[in-house]
């Protein structure tokens, strides 16, 4: 009777390790494949953000950049606009300081704001007399496109100075440059052919511009050639004359009601147009309101 109570214990045993195989043998491919798979989830997820980033940093940037910009002030959102339109015109590449592309943009935003400029004219023209004759110192911006479609040269007053321009005024027949803001006029056949007329808004500085028949037209003496002979480009009565094969297409894009700014730094210049708070309420605050 004892024997046959061990045997069945025995067998009991046997049949129960039989069972716990079997059951090791199923699961443990189960938790192989679990054990397996743990350690590469995660840098897989890691990996595929890692990856998103990279494919679309654009997207990234323009997040941080909206949630910056909107954390600024005005002022600040303004500086940072005209910083990216400066960028897009690729002006710094062509020799345009940030500082004077400021100043003849608030200009241009102060104009536009007080109903002096047309509505379909977006070119804005800016001159810096900081530069020598011998240098492009004239740059056409089409702001509708981001483009800069003219960068030449451009010849100051006789009597302004030799390569550099030193001194301006607004008196007739002083033969010199006047600084400061125009709109652009109406086109003419005059004394040096095609011209365009030019309206000096800053009293004090350029408001006898129109008596003075201070005008845009072509000269000989701007070039490259008279450069090379004389050192200097030649020098007008007082109008930014410009080169020959030039002037009439530069003519054709800011004619009837653009903005032409006149810049010369520390030559005692002022202007209610470089108003930053006109300026900022056009840029910045209509946008806003208008998004």
Known sequence: MKKQHHSSVVQ????????????????LPFVASLFLATPLAGP????????????????????????????????????????????????????????????AMTGYLNLRETGHLAAAQQHLTVVDFDLPSTEKRLWVLDLANDKIVFH??????????????????NTNESNMSSLGFYVTGTEYEGKHGH???????????????????????????VSDAF????????RS??????????????IDQVKGGSCLFLNKSDAGYTSKYLNQNIA??????KRATNS
């Open 44 to 103: 897989l997820l890691k990996s595929s953000a890692h990856t998103s980033a990279i494919t679309d940093p654009t997207l990234a940037k323009v997040k941080v950049k909206v949630k910056t910009k909107s954390a600024l002030s005005p002022l600040a959102r303004f500086d940072a606009t005209l910083r990216e339109t400066y960028e897009r015109l690729g002006a710094e590449q062509q020799g345009l300081r940030f500082e004077v592309f400021q100043k």
């Open 195 to 221: 011209s365009l007329r030019l309206q000096g808004l800053d009293e004090g500085f350029n408001t006898n511009a129109f008596t003075r028949s201070i005008v845009m037209h072509g000269a000989d003496y």
């Open 152 to 169: 030449t040269l451009v010849a100051h007053g006789h009597n302004s100075g030799e390569n550099g321009a030193s001194q301006f005024s």
């Open 227 to 234: 450069i090379k002979q004389n050192g200097r480009l030649g």
């Open 12 to 27: 009991r045993q046997r049949d129960g390790r039989r069972r716990s195989q079997r059951l090791v043998r199923r699961v």
């Open 280 to 285: 900022v309420a056009a840029l910045v605050l």
């Open 237 to 250: 009565l007082g109008c930014p004359a410009l080169p020959l094969d030039q002037y009439a297409q530069i």
